[in-house]
């Protein structure tokens, strides 16, 4: 056992040796490494489509010397972060051991020992990837920082880009925010909140829920008294102070436009011609779609048509056709309660609105506007003597032949499913896979009524190929990315694919009137027609709603506006929810296009209007009273003598 000891304790030295020479060498040769210029090496600037800044973070003119902080807020940071802070050389290494040994025994990843100079080096990148590469460059500029900066420097620096949630990034932009004042005005009450948000803003941020700020604002305290900053005294009564929160930015009072930012970010870190670290930039200056009005009236309109409601959620899109460009964005009511992204990150199920890419599809294989399917109740049966019974709305059901006009202006379930069934289940996925759709859709029944879950931005470029002519565009938010010196790192292409029959989209968008056209009223309504009285220009729209998802997207040649609402924990919509998309939509819409030209798409020179009863599709007798003109390529127009596709065989 001696021996053993003995030999325990040589290959422990040996060990420690060997370490002590490699972090002396690590040490070395960063200390002959190149001295890295930080404070200007983290500019990110925002500009609009006007090339208007909007936003500015990670250093910026809100930089603030380490002398221009209040101390509580520098004692507070540094006894909750790394209360070594001052003593180590950028790695707390008995922490780290502490830190792996408790993460081992519980099973659990929560322990974190994280200096402050190891986070600022995260605060140098764009994004925080976690793979050993990314560690490994962080480690060598944690050391590169650590040996040719003072502490208070390092100190200066983190405080200066740290994130403090909604978008504030830096001490002095987050002091504004939240209290309407700079940070060398900070009380120890409003220091200590704010020193436990970045952890993990959208838990603690004190505008999210108070409870848990307050919680964690206690620990921070209790952390100063444990180190001698403040006595218990003091801890007490900055705990029971009462504080009061602006919650305003200085610039855009704008509650969504961090949604927008937020996507530029994600945007931005999936661009590979962009390096990942700001010091291999010097900062970066990123030109964005961003239509200040555009983004103000959606957020307008959401939030008048949703004040009577506080539990749903919504999410826009307003896309210029032409390019692709996003110019507004709104991923949920207000940003400073939930920074989840329902525009970016979410998918729902989209209804009806998937119809278009369906019925388009049904044009190229020969349908047209008179196409007819029987409207009654069908249930449809498939090998193993599999069953399926969809449902129109309410049950409401012409039990007669309509038309393809007929069935998109009342969405008609039935003729969706008889359609899909008739082209082949592979249609229509393949129709939305060439429209750009990449989420998964499986080739069932079903399909044809929108039962599957698309994400929004890629729903919305789908539409937009029909709103502009046939032509896919590539959805995006960034138009160039330059560095501090106006060196351009990335512009979009605009290249645009055709992708579809213009002569066929031309007919799609004319069908996707009659959703608001009186013309069609019948034995039912079309979907939109509440909307009707205020629209002042011509457009194509779709609603589409299943259980727990309203979906309302429309456009004319030069906009497209998507709608979304629902519950972020799937609740079933009620009955009077299914009205805020189209309200919302038709405002929005509206309001953006107040001040322009109304505008409509030029009819192709092989397409014929023929004045038709509008429900059949067959054309008009003497003295009929239903009657509008629907589009037909030539050669194609009804004669009248046209079969119903269902009247002989029944599914």
Not at 401 to 415: E, F, K, M, R, V
């Amino acid at each position: 056992m001696r021996k053993f000891l003995k030999k325990l304790f040589s290959f422990g030295f040996f060990v420690t040796i060997i370490g002590a020479a490699t972090a002396f060498s690590f040490y070395a040769y960063s200390k002959i490494s190149p001295k890295l210029e930080l404070k200007s090496a983290n500019n990110i600037s925002l500009f609009d489509k006007s090339e208007e800044l909007f936003f500015r973070g990670n250093g910026s003119g809100e930089w603030v010397g380490l002398n221009e902080i209040a101390p509580v807020l520098i004692d507070a940071t540094v006894s909750l972060e790394d209360k070594k802070f001052y003593g180590h050389y950028g790695f707390d290494i008995p922490r780290i051991f502490k830190a792996l040994y408790k993460n081992v025994t519980t099973g659990t990843k929560k322990e974190g020992a994280s200096t402050i100079s190891q986070q600022y080096a995260k605060n140098l990148y764009l994004d925080f990837d976690k793979s050993w590469g990314r560690k490994w460059d962080e480690m060598w500029l944690t050391l590169n920082i650590e040996t040719h900066y003072e502490k208070e420097d390092i100190l200066e620096g983190y405080l200066n880009t740290i994130n403090y949630g909604h978008g504030m990034y830096g001490i002095e932009s987050a002091s504004n925010f939240y209290f309407g004042k700079k940070s060398s005005e900070l009380t120890l009450a409003e220091a200590s909140i704010l020193v436990g948000i970045p952890k993990s803003p959208s838990y603690y941020s004190p505008l999210i829920n108070f409870d848990l700020a307050k919680e964690r604002q206690g620990l921070v305290l209790y952390s100063m008294v444990n180190n001698n900053y403040i006595t218990e005294m003091e801890m007490v009564d900055a705990y029971n102070e009462e504080l009061m929160f602006t919650g305003k930015k200085s610039n855009i009072n704008l509650s969504t436009i961090m949604y927008y930012q937020d996507a530029v970010m994600r945007e931005l870190a999936s661009i590979k011609s962009i390096p990942i670290s700001f010091l291999d930039t010097g900062g970066l200056r990123i030109y964005t779609n961003l239509d200040i009005e555009a983004q103000t009236l959606l957020e307008e309109k959401m939030t008048n048509n949703l004040k009577n409601n506080s539990n749903i959620q919504t999410s826009g899109i307003i896309m210029n056709p032409k390019t692709g460009g996003i110019m507004a964005l709104i991923g949920g009511r207000d940003y400073s309660t939930s920074q989840y992204n329902r525009a970016v990150q979410s998918v729902r199920q989209v209804g009806s609105a998937i119809k278009p890419l369906l019925y388009y599809a049904a044009l190229e294989n020969g349908f047209t506007s008179s196409t007819s399917f029987t409207s009654e109740a069908t249930t449809f049966t498939f090998s193993n003597n599999k069953t399926y019974s969809p449902r129109n709305a309410s049950e409401v059901y012409g039990n007669k032949p309509i038309s393809l006009a007929a069935a998109i202006a009342y969405s008609d379930n039935i003729y969706a499913v008889k359609t899909h069934i008739f082209l082949g289940e592979d249609a229509l996925v393949n129709m939305a896979n060439r429209l750009g759709i990449v989420s998964p859709l499986p080739p069932i029944p079903s399909l044809a009524l929108g039962t599957s879950e698309l994400n929004m931005i890629e729903f919305t470029s789908a539409y937009a190929a029909f709103a502009n002519e046939g032509y896919k565009v590539n959805p995006h938010f960034i138009t160039r990315v330059e560095d501090v010196n106006g060196n351009v790192l990335y512009e979009v292409d605009d290249t645009k694919e055709i992708i579809l029959n213009s002569s066929l989209v031309f007919i799609l968008n004319d069908l996707l009137t009659s959703t608001y056209d009186s013309n069609f009223i019948d034995y039912s309504y079309p979907t939109i027609l509440n909307e009707a009285s205020k629209l002042s220009k011509k457009y194509a729209v779709k609603s589409g709603s299943t259980a727990t998802d309203s979906w309302t997207i429309g456009y004319n040649p030069d906009v497209v506006v998507s709608v979304w609402c629902g519950y972020d924990d799937n609740s079933d919509i009620l009955l009077k929810d299914y009205v805020y998309t189209k309200d919302i939509w038709a405002e929005t819409i509206e309001a953006y296009l107040k001040e322009k030209e109304a505008s409509w798409y030029t009819m192709p020179a092989n397409v014929v209007g023929v004045l038709v009863n509008p429900i059949s599709g067959k054309p008009v007798k003497d003295k009929e009273e239903k009657k509008k003109i629907m589009y037909y390529l030539r050669g194609t127009e009804p004669t009248g003598e046209e079969a119903v596709f269902d009247e002989k065989d029944k599914y």
